[in-house]
Structure formats: structure tokens, C-alpha cells
């Protein structure tokens, strides 16, 4: 078999972080290869998360919004115009316990002197077959992205979590009622932010409850509800539902090899994206818990890519 081809850049994942990277290695004459992943249902595909989202109102440049999945063409297209290359394929193993780092998709082996990895996060689902087809079409993970959509309307949250309670509480200067779904009879978010839930009128919880339905044919139009209690059913008449019961970074391919914080982060130096190894930048919600917006996410991989140029620079002269 041929030696691979020794690359400047290998980027793993092609959301907006990994695509903004790629914009900017490329017109930094780097020729990235990026490893974007395989066509799938879930984020873990080309493009990410914001493939599952349906209009997107709040990426600057675009007065009028646009689509998730167009946006992330765009982003693609304009890698590919400064000579990014990709392949559609996942990687499935990494070793960067030497230089050139090496990464294989199956058996194909890639080396590269520098790695940028965004190979971002996904929301936690609760598993229902609908959830893919009504995901943008009332079902939402991202409150800051979709509440907008929901003004007037009656909406359900689903955890017990402060992301629940932080995006209930967020919905209600758009709703005019907020349902909190939780599977048990007190929330696991910090106090304050119980305090402020419950203060709230517009927010009502419903206890001991899971949600094992979402109703509706082509948007959401209400929720079944299983008391975990006595296991009676129910249903809740809402247009929009917002699941919120964690996230989980993609990061298994990284177990072991890179720094990860106790929920599986890779944690990245202040104000930098360099990673516990030298010439590996890591950009995008893999590292982020707290914003995960798609500019944040942009604006981490432009970071990644600088780091990327200049380490390269010191490394050659
Ligand atoms: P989390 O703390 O893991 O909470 C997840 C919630 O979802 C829990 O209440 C859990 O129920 C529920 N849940 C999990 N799986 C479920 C399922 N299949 N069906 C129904 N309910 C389910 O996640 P998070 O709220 O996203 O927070 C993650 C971390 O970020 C936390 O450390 C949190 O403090 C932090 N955070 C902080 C802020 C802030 O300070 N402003 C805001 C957001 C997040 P159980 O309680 O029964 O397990």
C-alpha cells in the first residue's frame, strides 16, 4: 500500500467550528483534509447540529435568516473554494503519541503535522421514533435558537437539570405558558434557579412525569405524558417542546489520548484552543458546555486555525 500523503492539516468535524477552520486554513495556503463525518440522522453528521435545525435567525450576516442546512453549505462551499479538501467518512481511531499525528478512517490511514478537532456535541434525546421527523417542527433542543418561534403559544420543557429550568425560564418572555416536564418530585438544578422557575407565572411543573409520545403529524401539537408514579397516561395539548436533559460532547475517539473535564469535554488552555498536545487544537461544543451557539462555535474554529498557522510556523521555520 502507498505511504500516505504527509498533510499540513487534518480537521475532524464539520460543523460551523471545523468549517470556519477550514475556511481559514485554506486561505492560508494549508490545504486542509477534512474529515467530515458520514450522512446520518443524528448531529454527528456533515455539518452538525445545525443540520437538524430548520431556520436559523440569529447568525449575523442573514437579516432575513436562513436555513440550517443551506448555512452549513455555504460554509462548506466556501472551504472548498480555497482548496479544503473532504471526506465524507467518519474517523474511527487516532494516535497522537508521535509526530506526524496519525488518524484512520477503518483502515485507511492519514497523517497530518497538526490536528484540529471539532468534532462537536449532541443533545441528549429521549428516544422516541417522532423525535426525528418533528425535530425543527416544534421539537427543539435550543431554546436560544428557537424560542423566538413559540411567541404566544403553549410549551412544554422536558428535565429537571438547570438547563431546563434556564431555558423555561428563558421561553416565557416568548410563551405565554412554559410546562416543566420531570421524571421525579424535585429538580436536580441549584436552588436559585428553582426559585426563579417557581416565582414565575407563566411556569407551571408537572412532577413524576415522562414524556412517551410527541403528538402531531407534521409539527408538534401536543405531548403524552406517563405518570412514573402510578404509570397513567395523559395529554398535554402543546405546539412546541423543548427537550432539555443534557448534552454529551463527541468524544469518545479522544478517550485516553486528550484532557477531558468529568463530563467528557476536551478541556482546552484560557483564551486559546491548544489542548494537553502540543500541535492538536480543539474548537467548537466539544470544548464548550456554556455557549454552543453557531458563531461562538465559528468564531473558536478561526481561533483554532491562527493557533494551527502560527504552531506550524514554529515547527518549519
Ligand atoms: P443535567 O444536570 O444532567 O440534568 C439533566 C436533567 O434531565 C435531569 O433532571 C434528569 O433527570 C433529566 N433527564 C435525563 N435523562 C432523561 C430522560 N431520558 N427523560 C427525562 N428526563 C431526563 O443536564 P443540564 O441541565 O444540561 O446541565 C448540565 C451541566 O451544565 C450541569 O452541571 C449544570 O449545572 C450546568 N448548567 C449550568 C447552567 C447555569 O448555571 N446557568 C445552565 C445550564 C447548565 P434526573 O434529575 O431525574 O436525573
Not at 32 to 39: H, Y
Request: with cysteine; hydrophobic share 40%; proline share 4%.
Amino acid at each position: 500500500m502507498n505511504a500516505p500523503q504527509n498533510e499540513r492539516v487534518i480537521i475532524i468535524g464539520s460543523g460551523p467550528a471545523g468549517l470556519t477552520a477550514a475556511i481559514y486554513t485554506a486561505r492560508a495556503n494549508l490545504s486542509p483534509l477534512v474529515i467530515e463525518g458520514e450522512p446520518s440522522s443524528t448531529s454527528d453528521q456533515p455539518g452538525g447540529q445545525l443540520m437538524l435545525t430548520t431556520e436559523v435567525e440569529n447568525f449575523p450576516g442573514f437579516p432575513e435568516g436562513i436555513m440550517g442546512p443551506e448555512l452549513m453549505t455555504n460554509f462548506r462551499a466556501q472551504a472548498e473554494r480555497f482548496g479544503a479538501r473532504f471526506l465524507t467518512e467518519k474517523a474511527t481511531r487516532v494516535d497522537f503519541s508521535a509526530r506526524p499525528f496519525r488518524v484512520w478512517v477503518r483502515d485507511t490511514e492519514y497523517i497530518a503535522d497538526s490536528i484540529i478537532v471539532s468534532t462537536g456535541a449532541r443533545s441528549l434525546m429521549l428516544g422516541l421514533p417522532e423525535e426525528q421527523r418533528l425535530i425543527g417542527h416544534g421539537l427543539s433542543t435550543c431554546a436560544t435558537c428557537d424560542g423566538f418561534f413559540f411567541r404566544g403559544q403553549h410549551i412544554a420543557v422536558v428535565g429537571g437539570g438547570d438547563s431546563a429550568i434556564e431555558e423555561a425560564t428563558f421561553l416565557t418572555k416568548f410563551a405565554d405558558k412554559v410546562s416543566i416536564i420531570h421524571r421525579r418530585d424535585e429538580f436536580r438544578a441549584s436552588k436559585i434557579m428553582q426559585d426563579r422557575a417557581f416565582s414565575n407565572p407563566k411556569i407551571e411543573v408537572i412532577w413524576n412525569s415522562t414524556v412517551t409520545a410527541v403528538l402531531g403529524e407534521s409539527k408538534v401539537d401536543g405531548v403524552e405524558l406517563t405518570n412514573t408514579v402510578d404509570g397513567s397516561t395523559s395529554t398535554l395539548p402543546v405546539t412546541g417542546v423543548f427537550i432539555a436533559i443534557g448534552h454529551r460532547p463527541n468524544t469518545d475517539l479522544f478517550a485516553g489520548i486528550l484532557d477531558m473535564d468529568e463530563t467528557g469535554y476536551l478541556v482546552t488552555e484560557a483564551g486559546s484552543t491548544r489542548t494537553n498536545i502540543e500541535g492538536v487544537f480543539a474548537c467548537g461544543d466539544v470544548q464548550d458546555h456554556t455557549y454552543r451557539q453557531a458563531i461562538t462555535a465559528a468564531g473558536s474554529g478561526c481561533m483554532a486555525a491562527i493557533d494551527t498557522e502560527r504552531w506550524l510556523e514554529t515547527q518549519h521555520g
